[in-house]
Nanobody, 116 residues
Framework: QVQLVESGGGLVQPGGSLRLSCTAS????????MGWYRQFPGKQRELVAS???????KYADSVKGRFTISRDNAKNTVSLQMNSLKPEDTAVYYC??????????WGQGTQVTVSS
């Protein structure tokens, strides 16, 4: 059993910042990749950013230069620093973890709303 606990969502004005964090616990020996996805109403979940165990990261084009993903391997934690937020970033954000066999696990989702 693997649990992912997310935190940090909320309401922010355009141009503001939020930091999302996610910690994995339970029966997980090692983690290959950690990342964040988001889902807009009526749309499929899409990748926002991911980072593998070696530290290489990738971002959706829409967030490059504004979002930064980081991970703490010792704490099984992944964070997403979101700056210069736009109304179009409004979505439910999901933490994703892939274990040593690349099995995916998902967090419960956290709402991010960017609005004045």
């Amino acid at each position: 059993q693997v649990q992912l606990v997310e935190s940090g969502g909320g309401l922010v004005q355009p141009g503001g910042s939020l930091r999302l964090s996610c910690t994995a616990s339970g029966s997980i020996f090692s983690i290959n990749a950690m990342g964040w996805y988001r889902q807009f109403p009526g749309k499929q979940r899409e990748l926002v950013a991911s980072i593998i165990s070696g530290g290489n990261s990738k971002y959706a084009d829409s967030v490059k230069g504004r979002f930064t993903i980081s991970r703490d391997n010792a704490k099984n934690t992944v964070s997403l620093q979101m700056n210069s937020l736009k109304p179009e970033d409004t979505a439910v954000y999901y933490c994703n973890v892939a274990d040593q066999r690349w099995r995916p696990y998902w967090g419960q989702g956290t709402q991010v709303t960017v609005s004045s």
